[in-house]
């Protein structure tokens, strides 16, 4: 058994030496043969010099393409482990983070998740704080190696572990038509749906992640959250046939419900509780992605 880990970056340059010291002091922790592959995933090739002075397990690589799905893939064909890690740029492992994973693919697991944490970088605005913990963070109610995939609506290819294997089923394992995000949604319906893949909880694989101030705003969560409404909707329509349009038309329905039920609730409670109208506006404006889920392209 050895590991490949995979990690898509894009001008994040000042978050890579922590990301490697982390990676470091885990691979000492295992027994087994651990690469890092770094993907270089912008035109101007940015990271080039932050990996330079990288240890020598991480092996740079230039994908000029942008997209987080050809990143991916990339890593993928390049990688020469048994099973392969995803792990985001802004993600730094916790101690304990490689062994979890490599007991589980030791276990025999075709695919696993790892628990994720948010380090804000400025604190959020009180009525922001709970929104944005969920948003960044991965808590499941499962046990240690549960099977989770009823739960893969809230699962991430970031901090997540295959085997090579598994990944072979689809090809590409990640769709460019999705480069602007929803590649890994698109890749569990069909691991899931298609090939019946157990999908394993692994809470001791942590990670924290990094959220910068950018991040930590409304604007950011009414963006998020309409997008991931409208990607509900293009997932369901990959069915196709009649089956894929009753599934989009039972999800715009839902999406007018919510757009009208929640948001009516939003301007309620919006004198006396700034937090629950919060929370109401952003279930409004993922149901009004749902039903304007025909305005996002595909890039294909």
Partial sequence: MSLSIIVPTFRRESLLPALFAAVAEERASIPEPVELLLIDNSPEASARTAAASAPGFVRYIHEPRTGVARARNRGVAEATGTHIIFLDDDETPAPGWLAAFAEAARHGAQAAFGAVEPRFQTDPPAPLRGPLDRLFSRRLPAADGAEVQHLRAYLGSGNSMFARETLALVDPPFDPAFDRGGEDVWLFRHLVDDHRIPMLWCPG?????????????????????????????????????????????????????????????????RPFSPSRSTRFQLAAWGGAGKLFWWRRKLAR
């Fill in 205 to 269: 694989a942590l990670v924290h992640e990094i959220v910068p101030a950018s991040r930590a705003s409304l604007s950011f969560l009414r963006a998020r959250r309409y997008s991931d409404g409208q990607l509900r909707c293009l997932v369901e329509s990959g069915h196709g046939g009649l089956r894929g349009a009753a599934r989009v038309a039972l999800w715009m329905a839902v999406g007018a419900a919510q757009l009208a039920g929640h948001g009516l609730a939003a301007l309620l409670t």
